[in-house]
């Protein structure tokens, strides 16, 4: 079994910056891949980003490409998402997620969540 927890989350001004670090506890029989997904009042959850377990690969939603940047780090169990640039339209509940599938992007490869983070992005 794994846990996620996130952490980071909070109210910051459009143009502003944020860190979302995400720790997980357990042990699975796989090395998974990490991600991001968040959900906007009164929307559907969506993909945000991905990396792989070595970290050597990343993918991002378009909306958040450029200006966010997943990382992990291994040694301490844990995944960050940087976030620049933040716009109101990113003001969501952000979650941590688990796969096994490298290359994961739908909901339902994700085999465990994170209780989620409050970001609120002000104008």
């Known amino acids: 079994q794994v846990q996620l927890v996130e952490s980071g989350g909070g109210l910051v001004q459009a143009g502003g910056s944020l860190r979302l670090s995400c720790a997980a506890s357990?042990?699975?029989?796989?090395?998974?891949?990490m991600g991001w997904f968040r959900q906007a009042p009164g929307k559907e959850r969506q993909f945000v980003a991905r990396?792989?377990?070595?970290?050597?690969?990343?993918y991002y939603a378009d909306s958040v490409k450029g200006r966010f940047t997943i990382s992990r780090d291994n040694a301490k169990n844990t995944v960050y998402l940087r976030m620049n640039s933040l716009k109101p339209e990113d003001t969501a509940v952000y979650y941590c997620?688990?796969?096994?599938?490298?290359?994961?992007?739908?909901?339902?490869?994700?085999?465990?969540w994170g209780q989620g983070t409050l970001v609120t992005v002000s104008s």
């Open positions: 357990g042990r699975t029989f796989s090395s998974p891949a």
């Open positions: 997620a688990r796969s096994s599938v490298p290359n994961f992007i739908r909901e339902n490869a994700v085999d465990a």
């Open positions: 990396i792989s377990w070595s970290g050597g690969s990343t």
